[in-house]
């Protein structure tokens, strides 16, 4: 049975495991002891470690033939020191993984003014967590070239799930931007950018870049639009772009200021990826149901 090492125990790991679970033995690197138990009983062989920790991550050596990477970079500085820690922790063994897969974000495209973005669009990163995001791949990148490890790095937008929604900013009105100067933004489910990351664990590829996103690209006020309808909440009041910029926190802004329409076509095709939630709308229709 092969094995699998699973760093970043958290939302979408906690999804991916019951689909993997019969297919290999799964490690998961548990920073806080209190989880371990979570992780055990959901099928996982716990692992204490933290990637700000160097000296803590001695047991993940040679542990594993894939790695699922799905830990966020640190909060500072443009450098990503915990994909630097985990490499360092992974060459302390002759035994290298086979190969790793990744999950960086589509900040790293930056602002396309509202245009497509493919895997191929030159990158034109501007917050600084998208800038350690690509720090992240290129170590990835370089780490794994030189040691032949296949890689898959799959760039994910905003994720959302029916437990994860962002009711709060709905609740407290903070404004959004008219339609006429609003950005376009993109979506996953969690439950389909776990699916991704098993399915891409197969892909045959030695290195590979894919867009995780669903099929339908949406301005930013219709999405909490739609939720504010669904739930039964007041929609958002909608002021011009440089007033909402005084108004909401800079990490808000950030991700309101860039406007890009994404593309999954390389993940469709190369990996006859099937979505469980091919858009937000699809997502909400499904909780009627069950309603």
Known sequence: MKRWLIIGAGDVAARMVPLIQHRARLFAL???????????????????????????????????EGVFHFAPPNLGGDKDLR????????????SLPQHIVYISTTGVYGDQQGGWVDETTRKQTQSARAIRRVDAENQLRRFACHQT????ILRAPGIYAEDRLPLKRLSDQLPLVT????????HIHALDLARSAVKSMYQPRNSRAYNVVDNEPMQI??????????????????????????????????FIAESRKITNQRLTKELNFEFLYPSVTSCLAKLKLIK
């Open 179 to 186: 339609k006429e100067e609003d950005s376009w933004s993109n």
């Open 83 to 94: 994909t630097r820690h985990l490499i360092s922790a992974l060459s302390r063994s002759n």
């Open 221 to 254: 006020g219709d999405f909490y639009d739609q939720l504010a309808d669904h739930f039964q909440l007041n929609r958002a009041p909608r002021l011009a772009k440089e007033q909402v910029k005084n108004i909401i926190s800079e990490i808000s802004w950030s």
């Open 149 to 152: 490890i296949k890689l898959t």
């Open 30 to 64: 548990c920073r806080n002891p209190e989880k371990a138990d979570y992780w055990r009983d959901l099928g996982t062989t716990p692992i204490i470690g933290d990637l700000d920790d160097p000296q803590s991550l001695t047991q993940i050596a040679g542990i594993a």
